[in-house]
């Protein structure tokens, strides 16, 4: 492959962006951290994405390697809260966990019919649009099925990050429990560069690498963080030496992951635009509203605070809902299980259920014409 001068200058740009991107969204996150603001290296980033993409026009690419880094590292910090006590803990929570995912999925096919409704799409498109915590599989399901409209899917399904990052922390700040202020339950008392010597660093980056490309082999989804809470979860079992990130590899972990969704929301936000901008806005507010007054009615049957139940049943992306969850001193590994058995649960019994669903009216349709 020839390498033109073109290129050159064109990859010598896109570096000098990148790095103008991540020094801007680092002062901004110091920035809004001295002025105790909610999650100042989530919402840094955003900011200094859309500065740079909407008003300074950059063309920002952000390295796919480095946000799936910071990816890793979160997984790290949620697979380090799951240590024997939590774990016996969460053992007991399994009722409310199934009844919430399946709740949260009832509700999310409610809210399909009104979106088919206002967007003028098929039934097909709205159902695989509004499901919520299983972007690829629905992403997948959509490409398989003729009468989906992959766009429509592809673009309500990655705009809720939108919706997410704004209201999640917002309702999620009000109802946090001032009491607590940690995500261990005291557990932990050491950093990692306390806890670890340097051979134990390396053997558990070898083996979340190990695990991490196995999954990725079999295309499972989410593999940057259920590789290192899987092998997280065996370490703290095995060795009981527990521990938790250092908050400035948290913090850089944060920023180089929201970069990226930080370019992800600019470049939506041209696409928001008429009656489908409006049908997006419509689902993915009522889901999250409804999914906080489901909370509110189940908060009633369990002992566990309202912020920590919504945030375990938030209809967004683990790796967004964490960071909420560790900013607000909520049970980090808690909040995970209801997620991680979402994932699960959509993708071995959901999918392939909706899947045999869409082909049944597929069939139906083409032996009408």
Not at 42 to 58: D, E, Q, T, W
Not at 247 to 263: D, E, F, L, S, T
């Amino acid at each position: 492959m020839t390498i033109t001068y073109e290129s050159c200058e064109g990859m010598s740009k896109q570096l000098k962006n990148n790095i103008i991107v991540l020094i801007l969204a680092i002062l901004i996150s110091l920035i809004l951290k001295s002025m105790h603001v909610l999650l100042p290296f989530m919402f840094g980033p955003i900011i200094a994405s859309v500065i740079c993409v909407r008003l300074l026009k950059f063309k920002v690419e952000w390295p796919f390697w480095l946000s799936q880094i910071g990816l890793v590292l979160l997984g790290v910090q949620i697979g380090s809260t799951f240590t024997k006590n939590v774990i016996f803990d969460i053992k007991d929570d399994w009722f409310t966990i199934i009844m919430i995912t399946v709740m949260l999925l009832i509700l999310a096919l409610i809210i399909a019919h009104f979106f088919k409704k206002i967007a003028n799409v098929n039934t097909e498109t709205a159902i695989l649009s509004v499901i919520p915590g299983a972007l690829s599989q629905m992403l997948i399901m959509a490409e398989e099925n003729k009468k989906a409209n992959i766009m429509v899917v592809s673009l309500t399904q990655t705009s809720r990050i939108i919706f997410v990052v704004i209201l999640v922390p917002l309702i999620s700040y009000f109802f946090r429990d001032s009491s607590h202020h940690g995500t261990n339950n005291g557990t932990s008392t050491q950093v990692l560069t306390e806890a670890l010597t340097i051979p134990n660093i390396i053997l558990l980056i070898m083996a979340i690498t190990i695990i991490y490309l196995i999954m990725g082999k079999i295309n499972f989804p989410t593999k940057q963080l259920l590789a290192p809470i899987l092998v997280l979860i065996c370490w703290n079992l095995i060795t009981g030496i527990t521990f938790t990130l250092d908050n400035y590899i948290i913090a850089a972990a944060q920023v180089i992951y929201m970069i990226r969704i930080g370019v992800q929301i600019a470049k939506l936000l041209d696409q928001m635009k008429g009656r489908i901008a409006v049908a997006i806005a419509f689902q993915n507010i009522m889901l999250i509203l409804l999914t906080f007054i489901m909370v509110l009615v189940i908060t009633s049957l369990s002992n566990h605070s309202v912020n920590e139940l919504f945030l375990g049943a938030a209809p967004g992306g683990m790796s967004q809902i964490v960071l909420v969850a560790i900013e607000t001193g909520a049970d980090v590994a808690l909040i995970s299980s209801y997620h991680i058995f979402r994932i699960f649960f959509i993708l071995f019994l959901i999918a392939p259920l909706l899947g045999t669903f869409l082909k049944y009216r597929e069939n139906i349709s083409n032996k009408s014409k």
